[in-house]
């Protein structure tokens, strides 16, 4: 009767959800800490909206909106103690802080596939990501209340090491 009620219990136990705990990286965390420079920035399906119509290079509507230079000098930092902050020339600060506020004095946590990163001026979530020795490549859905055409999208982000 003892082993069947030790039975139960460790059933019991090991069929228990894991609340809100954190989940293995399906990539080197390690990988991430590093200076990285955003390569690419799509989305999918074409947008219209604020840069004109059926928009996929985002990058390229951010370099029309503010500058090659402000984005040819924009970078992220990510410290393996989990710290996210942005590297970028003092005229363009404001700007790409508008376009990239996840980058702001945050912090960045990975789970699974998922990487979160959180910060006092924005936040976002992002799945499939994987890293690389070189290059970072982060998903994120948009969902249609949040887009200016109100169309549910995938944006890409693709990151190479610096």
Not at 141 to 148: G, T
């Amino acid at each position: 009767m003892k082993r069947l009620v030790l039975f139960f219990a460790l059933t019991a136990l090991w069929s228990c959800k894991n609340d809100g705990g954190d989940v293995t990286p399906t990539f080197d965390p390690a990988l991430v800490a590093g200076t990285w420079k955003l390569q690419a920035l799509t989305i999918d399906p074409a947008e219209t909206g604020v840069w004109g119509t059926n928009v996929t290079d985002l990058l390229a509507a951010y370099r029309q909106q503010i500058g090659d230079a402000c984005i040819d000098n924009f970078r992220i930092n990510m410290t393996a103690d989990g710290k996210i902050s942005r590297t970028t020339s003092d005229n363009c600060s404001s700007r790409t802080l508008t376009l990239f506020g996840f980058s702001e004095r945050g912090t960045w946590k990975a789970s699974g596939s998922n990487l979160s990163v959180q910060s006092p001026y924005a936040s976002g979530y992002y799945y499939n990501v994987t890293v690389g020795q070189s290059t970072m490549i982060w998903h994120r859905h948009i969902d249609k209340i949040d887009s200016e055409d109100q169309k549910t999208h995938e944006t890409t982000l693709t990151w190479t090491r610096q």
